[in-house]
């Protein structure tokens, strides 16, 4: 199984960025998927979740709005576009999967598959 990260970087406060994630090795389109993130000295923190055909999305209350998790089965990828970014959306953020369950969650023991983490700042 891998869960490979891409688009993180250095953006100022109010931009956007999309992070993308290609998945392998286990039956993606089948399982739900999120994102997590981890700032230096805190645990892992629940970003945003899709179903396993994208109809319904769950996210954490300081990314509503602003955030938005998206998948393409046929390509086995999930995306998180962040737009007006903020100091505090500055992190390693995390691809997640599933291998078992339909059911959308915020629990990190709840997901089997994580990816390598791709760096996301915001500064001026």
């Known amino acids: 199984v891998q869960l490979v990260e891409s688009g993180g970087g250095l953006v100022q406060p109010g931009g956007s960025l999309r992070l993308s994630c290609a998945a392998s090795?286990?039956?993606?389109?089948?399982?739900?998927m999120s994102w997590f993130r981890q700032t230096p000295g805190k645990e892992r923190e629940f970003v945003a979740a899709?179903?396993?055909?994208?109809?319904?999305?769950d996210y954490t209350n300081s990314v509503k709005g602003r955030f938005a998790i998206s998948r393409d089965n046929a390509k086995s990828m999930v995306y998180l576009q962040m737009n007006s970014l903020k100091p505090e959306d500055t992190a390693v953020y995390y691809c997640?999967?599933?291998?078992?369950?339909?059911?959308?969650?915020?629990?990190?023991?709840?997901?089997?598959?994580w990816g390598q983490g791709t760096q996301v700042t915001v500064s001026s």
């Open positions: 997640v999967g599933r291998d078992r369950g339909w059911a959308l969650s915020r629990a990190r023991v709840n997901y089997a598959y």
């Open positions: 090795g286990f039956t993606f389109s089948s399982y739900p």
């Open positions: 899709i179903t396993s055909n994208g109809g319904d999305t």
